[in-house]
């Protein structure tokens, strides 16, 4: 049964922090308790980010404070994960010409969520009037892409037709600004997709095949949990959050995701040569340069594998659709993409879309 990715959405968060600001920050932090400083050419040269997007501001250029400063809500509010989903829900309705009645089921994929339960999901059902069944899916940065593979076993096993997969990401609640190995690494950000069973008028894209990959490892780690209070000492102050093993990740990844993205080609007929754009998870520009490379088997033009973590920096699972909402209108009915993600696990995610319409 062929399945359709027929509208996207994004939502950006109103405060934006440059590399300047955030290490002002940190420098003013890292000075007062004996630390090394931190420098915005090296942020660049290490990674290609040179922005983010906060929900809060404030609290994270706060030298004595280093964390957002987000108020918690009444349990009768809306929730902010879900505000954040439903902008970006709204938008890729309205470019698939679909409302909220009309999808029958919702996937929260992100790797970053705002509680265990309830399911965001079903706050996002209930708020956009949706029908169905909702759940939440984690595979930390891969979340979309098994989210988007999800959709589509729902569709062809006929228990939805209509299906929105979402990427609400509150990546700054979870890193510690006062690390220098990682404090400008995450940014905010929420995407949505819709999946249905019938192309839309505009702008859709079969989805010919997914392929997913998990290999453990301790590489990538948050050990924040609610076992967390129950350890002997443990305060605020010392509570556990993202840590990854940067260099060893980039080894062990990068041929993980090529290989896996060349077998899925190989498996399907496509030449390397008919791939017209690569929308990559968004956590290193190197990394993403070297995959593009070696996939393509030629440096890649900007077009053919667009970066947008120089303004969003690594926005988790939500990156990579970000990629694929801000540059797939160019494609022309034939062209075949390659959506892919990868990150803690590890886990790795591809989806071969063909622009149909």
């Known amino acids: 049964m062929a399945v359709f990715l027929t509208g996207s959405g994004l939502y950006t968060p109103t405060d934006s922090v440059s590399n300047a600001e955030l290490v002002a920050a940190f420098n003013q932090n890292a000075d007062q308790n004996g630390k090394e400083l931190s420098d915005a050419d090296f942020i660049v040269k290490a990674s290609g980010i040179q922005n ?26 809306l929730s902010l994960q879900a505000e954040m989903g439903i902008q970006a829900c709204e938008q890729a309705l309205a470019s698939a010409g679909r409302t909220g009645a009309e999808i029958d089921a919702v996937i929260v994929a992100c790797s970053n969520m705002q509680r265990p339960y309830p399911a965001m999901a079903i706050e996002i059902q209930h708020a956009l009037g949706a029908q169905g069944f909702a759940f939440d899916l984690n595979v930390a940065c891969s979340s979309a892409t098994f989210g988007l593979t999800t959709a589509k076993s729902l569709i062809d096993s006929k228990q939805a037709s209509r299906v929105l997969v979402v990427s609400p990401e509150i990546c700054s609640a979870h890193l510690d600004f006062t690390d220098r190995d990682s404090h400008f690494i995450f940014g905010d950000a929420a995407t949505a997709m819709v999946l249905e069973s019938e192309p839309s008028a505009t702008n859709s894209f079969e989805v010919q095949s997914t392929k997913l990959l998990t290999v453990f490892s301790n ?20 509570y556990p959050l993202f840590k990854q093993n940067g260099r060893k990740v980039f080894k062990e990844v990068v041929p ?52 947008i ?49």
């Open 256 to 307: 993980m995701v090529v290989n896996l993205i060349n077998e899925h080609l190989a498996v399907q007929g496509i030449e390397s040569q008919d791939i017209k754009r690569l929308w990559l998870h968004q956590a290193n520009s190197n990394m993403n340069r070297l995959i593009a490379t070696k996939v393509l088997g030629v440096e890649p033009l900007s077009e053919q594998a667009p970066q």
């Open 52 to 77: 983010r997007f906060l929900m809060d501001k404030s609290g994270v250029v706060d030298p004595n404070r280093m964390k957002p400063l987000i108020a918690t809500r009444e349990d009768t509010q």
């Open 219 to 238: 590489n990538i780690r948050n050990n924040g949990g609610f076992l967390t209070r129950c350890e002997p000492d443990m305060t605020l102050e010392h």
């Open 309 to 357: 973590l120089d303004e969003y920096a690594n926005t988790s699972s939500a990156g990579s659709v970000i990629a694929f909402h801000k540059y797939h209108t160019d494609l022309v009915v034939g062209d075949t993409g390659v959506l892919c993600s990868f990150g803690a696990g590890y886990s790795i995610g591809s989806v071969i879309l063909r622009k149909c319409a």
